[in-house]
């Protein structure tokens, strides 16, 4: 069983210990999973066929872990027959957040509510102030902010002029959300965030991390959208109302393990690679 672990190579600086554990795990599964950096691959369409090069002219790989945020690398991986997790569909839907809220509106899977900016802005606030304004493309909450009066607004709206937007209620416990680690149909663990300095409980941003027991109710609501979506590994992370209930709030594609790991010793990795081998082997690959 042949794999890629893709990485933009920048980021695999980031993540040496990350990739490490996965080629470490990876040997003693008998995975054959190698590191390829993104400017590394270059691909055609020719002939109404995608056809995918290395530089290094390597053995295509049966499957491919893409650890890039780049849904259409990934679409073009699976069109050359490459098995991909995430797959190009959840790459797609997690990375847009218009487009995640309004498939699990379909769901009834309960969120704030909002108003999205595709095309022309909107002249005025259309959320009693402070409300929340993000990007749909944005990560690490680096492009999520709060509007508390009109100068702001239109301040953003110069600063993202031409970009889709979300315009959504705050959450009534700023500061704090829950990711749910999923592998496959299976929850593995559940992680609070919070942030004593900012509304923003990302990690990335200085939040910090503890173990959290997913109750009953809340399990429940997480397997419902888990059923609908075929993931691979993905965070599913919530806000909460103001009776302490989940509120959706976005996919992550490309999730990291640090929070995790911090307050639990589930070896993700390890069990991300056995999901894989085993659909691999679903799939009729056997080697
Ligand atoms: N509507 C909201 N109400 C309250 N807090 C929010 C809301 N939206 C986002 N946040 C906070 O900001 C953080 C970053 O927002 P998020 O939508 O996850 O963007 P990113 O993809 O950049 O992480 C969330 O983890 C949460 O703590
Ligand atoms: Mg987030």
Sequence with gaps: MRGWLIYHRLDAERNAAFIDWFLEESRSLNIDLQLVYTDSIHITLRNGKVVIHTKEKQELPDFSIVRTIDPLLTAQLEQAGIICFNNAEIAALANDKIKTHLELAKLSIPMVEMQFQTNVPLPHPPLAFPFVWKT????????????????????LQQQYANQSVLL???????????????????????????????FRANYSLGGSASFYTLNIEERQLVQRIVNHYDFGFVGID??????????????????GSRTLSEVSDVNVVRLYLEFIKKRLEDAGCTQ
């Design 168 to 198: 959504q209620q705050l959450a009534p416990t700023p500061g704090k959300d829950v990711r749910v680690f999923v592998i496959g149909k299976e929850i593995i663990a559940a992680v609070l965030r919070s942030s004593q300095q900012d």
């Design 136 to 155: 749909a493309g944005g990560r690490g909450g680096k492009e999520v902010h709060l509007v508390e009066n009109d100068t702001q607004y239109q301040v």
């Design 238 to 255: 919530f806000l909460f109302d103001e009776n302490g209930s989940f509120l959706f709030n976005e996919i992550e594609d490309v999730v």
